[in-house]
């Protein structure tokens, strides 16, 4: 059955797949992001897309765009918050303002879209809330601080959010991407390098800038790929609740499981030993 997508951050990257994608397998789209002209000739013109602009940092305009997409197409069944940006760094080189901005962008602007949406998703009484998530979710890692807290903050929002909208026939699901060949790493376009110079990680800083701007576009996943994967996922109609997406995605999160089950088994004694007498 036809549905009606709404993807975030649709106007590069991995949203311009998703967007295609859903379109190719028969459903209607709305695209937003900061420029619809720039994703309408980025998607290309469809008769079912309907392109909004939209901040997903402004709850008003998460409203607006909601109602655009009922407005045209009646209802919405799946909600792809997507948007994202990337402030790198080791966490003494990351300001307040741009470690709040991350949260502000990766953290709760998923919450102003998915706030606007689920109301018209309870009157339906049915719905998809996938969010794009990343294995820095699950995983942290180097040069990622501000990064991977704002994924491990979606992480524990959806796992919970799942509970809450269960009853009105509403699945969640987080989806976990390795690295893809996706525009996260474009300087200026989704990548915010480190404010602050603090000479004892100038060397490492440096290292790493150029480790990371060398790997832009030699990731070896496929966005395509991941893009077709989740409108499959959606249209099995049985969410799983976390789609950890690539090999390396999947050997990382496999050997941090081996590791903390590891740490469990070693310390089993002394945690037990915790209890009241």
Do not use: C
């Not at 036809?2 to 106007?11: E, N, Q, R, Y």
């Not at 013109?45 to 909004?52: D, F, G, K, R």
């Not at 966490?91 to 919450?111: C, K, V, W, Y």
Request: aromatic share 8%.
């Amino acid at each position: 059955m036809s549905k009606v997508w709404f993807v975030t951050g649709a106007g590069r990257g991995l949203g311009i797949d998703i967007a295609r994608k859903a379109l190719a397998a028969g459903h209607s789209v709305v695209a937003t992001g900061r420029k619809p002209e720039t994703m309408l000739n980025a998607i290309g013109a469809h008769e079912n897309l309907l392109t909004v602009a939209l901040d997903i940092t402004d709850p008003e305009g998460a409203i607006a765009a909601a109602q655009a997409a009922v407005d045209r197409f009646g209802r919405i069944d799946v909600l792809v918050n997507n948007a994202g940006n990337f402030y790198a760094g080791y966490f003494e080189n990351i300001s307040p303002d741009h470690f709040r901005a991350q949260m502000e962008t990766n953290f709760f602007g998923p919450l102003n879209v998915t706030r606007a949406i689920l109301p018209i998703m309870r009157r339906q009484r049915a719905g998809q809330v996938i969010t794009v998530s990343s294995l820095a979710g699950l995983i942290g890692q180097e040069f990622v601080v501000a990064y991977a807290a704002s994924k491990f903050a979606l992480e524990g929002w959806m796992e919970s959010l799942r509970f809450d909208v269960a009853p009105f026939g509403i699945d969640a699901m987080v989806v976990d991407p390795g690295f893809f060949r996706t525009e996260l790493l474009v300087e200026g376009a989704s990548t915010i390098w480190p404010e602050l110079p603090i000479e004892d990680y100038a060397e490492r800083t440096a290292q790493t800038i150029a480790a990371w701007s060398g790997m832009n576009g030699q990731q070896g996943g496929d966005p395509a790929k991941l893009a077709g994967a989740i409108v499959t996922l959606s249209d099995s109609g049985k969410l799983p609740l976390r789609f950890v997406a690539g090999g390396d995605a999947m050997a990382a999160v496999e050997a941090n499981l081996k590791t903390v089950q590891s740490q469990i088994d070693a310390l089993r004694d002394l945690s037990a030993s915790l209890a009241h007498d």
